[in-house]
């Protein structure tokens, strides 16, 4: 059987020369340069880790990935979409390791809120939130009862978690 080489895969990320500097002290005189040019393709189908110690520029690669952070020098393409395309949000997730919610919403509300965002309607949520929070593993009760700053962060990053 043939197998499909990795290079026919359609490409998730590419960025070519990515760079990004920061100035900071009180004159703004300190230039730092976490990102000097960062050259990478990631395609379809395959896992891909980011590795380096701390402040070696990990989050700041994701967040130029996602449209938080503007780089200074080069470019990418994410899903097909240049480097910043708030398009693309609708079809990506991001789990950070602590996401910060509203802690005196429950989860039920929460979703509930964000599907408003959406434009979807309330017979969908009540149709949908269930069915996410199976997907999960995340009880019925707690999240229609509990406020979330009384769940564990391993709850918390359940009610973050996006379907790919
Ligand atoms: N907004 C910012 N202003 C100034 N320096 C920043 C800013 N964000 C990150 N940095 C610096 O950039 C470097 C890389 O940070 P970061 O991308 O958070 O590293 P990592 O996630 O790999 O630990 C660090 O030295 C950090 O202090
Ligand atoms: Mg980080």
Redesign the pocket.
């Known amino acids: 059987m043939a197998t499909e080489a990795a290079g026919d895969r359609p490409l998730v990320v590419a960025v070519e020369n990515l760079q990004k500097s ?1 100035r ?1 002290g009180f004159w703004l005189r300190t230039v ?1 340069t ?1 990102l000097q040019s960062v050259s990478l393709e990631v395609r379809q189908g395959e896992t891909f880790g980011l590795l ?1 110690p ?8 994701l967040k130029i990935l996602l449209g938080l952070v503007k780089p200074s020098g080069g470019q990418g393409t994410l899903l097909g979409h240049p480097l910043g395309d708030r398009a693309v949000r609708q079809r990506i997730g991001y789990l950070p390791e602590n996401p910060y919610f509203y802690d005196y919403l429950t989860a039920w509300e929460f979703l509930e809120f964000t599907a408003g965002l959406f434009g979807l309607s309330t017979a969908t949520c009540k149709e949908r939130i269930p069915l996410l929070l199976e997907m999960v593993g995340l009880n019925l009760k707690d999240a229609r009862k509990k406020q979330m700053r009384r769940y564990s962060k391993g709850m918390v990053q359940r009610v973050a978690w996006r379907k790919p």
């Open positions: 920061y900071s730092l976490p380096g701390n402040g070696a520029g990990k989050t700041t690669f």
